[in-house]
C-alpha cells in the first residue's frame, strides 16, 4: 500500500481528552477518529489488525470444533422481556422504536437470540453439544464512555454459546474454550492472567475473566506469588485464618462511646486497636434485614458477599431501618442479644482475641465480648475485600494486586437462559430437557487496544509480528532522488509479490517526517532507502529492539522472510 494514498491522518499532539496511552496512540497515529462520545470509527490500520486478530480467534476456535454464524443486532423486545433482562439491564441497553411502535434493542450480547435459534433448530440430544459464534459490533450505553476502545458504547466483540445435554459435556467445552483463549491471547502477544469473576448480568456460576495487564486498568487483579491463583478483586478470597484463644467469657462490660459512628471513633474511645472491634452491617438482604459482622476495618465485598449468601439483591439498611430494629444509630450495632435477626460473621472473626463491639444502645459498646457466649452466628462466610499480602486461598504464598484489562470471558450459564426461554430437546428417552449453556466473550476491538498499552515506546506502538497492520514500513526518503525512488519502487514491488505485507511511504516527505510516522505506526520493521541507494544497499531497523543493519536490496526479501518466520 502507497502511503501517498493511505488513509492515516497522524496528529503530532497528544489529544487533550485521552488519558490512556492506547487512545492516544491511536489517534496520533491515524488508526481512528471519534465519531461521537464512546463511539469511533476504526481507519484501514486499525481495520487491519483486527482482521489479523480475527483470523487468530478463527482458527483456535474452529479448531475445537466450533461453528462462525451471524446473528442481527436488532433484537425483538419480547425476547429481552422473556429472559428478564428488559429491566435488568437497565439504562446500558440501547432501546428503540420501528415505525409500528414496536419495541427493540440494540444487542449489547446475544444470549436470548442464540437460545430462540437454537430452540428452533435443535431437537435432540443427538446434535449435540453445538457451539457457535459470532464477530459482531455490540452496543452499550455507557454512562461514562472513556479510555477509548477499552469503554466505548459501540465495540467490537466476539461471542460463542455453546450447548449441552450433560454438566460433563458443559465442563468440558469450558475448557477448551479456556484453552483457546489462552492460545489467542498469546498468539496475539499479550501478557494476561485468566481470573476468576463475577458473572454478573450474564448469570450462570462458574466464569473465569481474561485480563491483559496494564496500568490504565480498570480492573483490580488479585494473585499469588507462589501458584496459579487469581481472581478480580470483586471475587478474590484469602485464607481463613486459624481460631484465636479468646479471652475467658464473663466479663461483658459497657462503656460509653459518645459520638463514634465509625469503627475508628470507636477503638479511640475504647482505647483498643481498630482490628479488636467488630464493624457491624445492617443490611437487606432479598428484603430480609440481615446483621453482618465484620473485623475492624475490613472492608464488604458486596458482590462476593451475594454470592458467599445466596442472595440476588443488597442494600444497606436506611438509619431509620436499624433505628426500628436493633433501638440504636447505626454507629452502635452489635451482635450480642440479637436473636431475632440472621447474624453472618467474615471468617476472620475466627482470629480475634480482644472482641469490642457496638451494645445496640446508642454511644455504647461492649468490651470482653465472647464468641458463642454472648452471641451466636448463623453461619462465617468470605464476606471481606481482601488486601495486599494476604495468605493465598490454595495455601500458596501471599496475594498481589495488579491492574488489568478485561479482554475476555468465560460463562458457564446453566440453564438461564434456557428456561426462560423454555429451550429443550428430548434427551435418550425421549424427556424434554433444558438445554445447559455455555457462553464466551473476546472483546477484539480491547485488545487491539490491549495490545498497544503492553507495547508501546516514547515514540509511538511496537506492534507484535501476529498483528501488525503491515509487516515492513518501506521509506523512500527523497523520492526526488531518482536511484533512491527507483530502487524503492522495485523494493515495493518484490515484497509485495514474496506475500510481505508492506506500507510503501513515497510521500514528497522530509525524512524526519517519515522516520517519526514510522516510529509512531510501529511496523516490525523499517527498511529505509537513502544515500546508499546507487551502491544497492538498505538501512533496516528492527522496531522492537532498536537493531539497525545495511543489507543489500537483493537480500532483503529472504532476511524478511526469515524476521518474520522466527
Known sequence: MRQSTFLAPTMRDVPADADAISHQLMLRAGMMRQIASGVYAYMPLAKRAMAKIETIIREELDKIGAQELLLPSLHPAELWQESG????????????????????????????????????????????????????????????????????????????????????SLDEMYWAMHAAYSRIFTRVGLTFRPVIADSGSMGGKDTHEFMALASVGEDTIVYSDESEYAANLEMAASAAPPSAEVQVYGRLEKKETPN??????????????????????????????????????????EVKALHELGAKEMRMATEQEVVDAFGASPGSIGPVGVGNVPIYADHRIHSMKTIACGANETGYHYVHVGPGHDYTVTAY?????????????????????????????VFKLGTRYSESLDAKYLDSNGKAQPFLMGCYGIGVSRTIAAVIEQHHDEFGVVWPKAVAPFHVHLLALNVKNEEQKQLAESLYQELREASIEVLYD????????????????GLPVRVSVGKRAGEGFVEVKVRKTGEQLELPAGELASWLHQFLSE
Open 85 to 168: 433482562r428488559w429491566e435488568s439491564m437497565g439504562d446500558e441497553l440501547i432501546r428503540l422504536k420501528d415505525r409500528h411502535n414496536r419495541d427493540f434493542a440494540l444487542g449489547p450480547t446475544h444470549e436470548e437470540v442464540i437460545t430462540m435459534l437454537i430452540k428452533d433448530g435443535i431437537a435432540s440430544y443427538k446434535k449435540l453439544p453445538l457451539n457457535v459464534y459470532q464477530i459482531q459490533t455490540k452496543f452499550r450505553d455507557e454512562r461514562r464512555p472513556r479510555f477509548g476502545l477499552l469503554r466505548g458504547r459501540e465495540f467490537i466483540m466476539k461471542d460463542a454459546y455453546s450447548f449441552h445435554d450433560s454438566a460433563e
Open 260 to 301: 463514634a459512628k465509625t469503627v475508628d471513633d470507636a477503638a479511640a474511645a475504647l482505647g483498643l486497636d481498630a482490628d479488636d472491634i467488630f464493624k457491624a452491617l445492617v443490611v437487606m438482604l432479598d428484603d430480609e434485614l440481615t446483621l453482618l459482622i465484620l473485623r475492624g476495618n475490613d472492608e464488604l465485598n
Open 506 to 521: 513515497d510521500r514528497p516527505e522530509r525524512a524526519g517526517v517519515k522516520f517519526k510516522d514510522s516510529d509512531l505506526m
Open 381 to 409: 462466610k468470605d464476606l471481606r475485600t481482601v488486601r495486599e499480602g494476604d495468605p493465598s486461598p490454595d495455601g500458596k504464598g501471599t496475594l498481589r494486586f495488579a491492574e488489568g484489562i478485561e479482554i475476555g470471558q
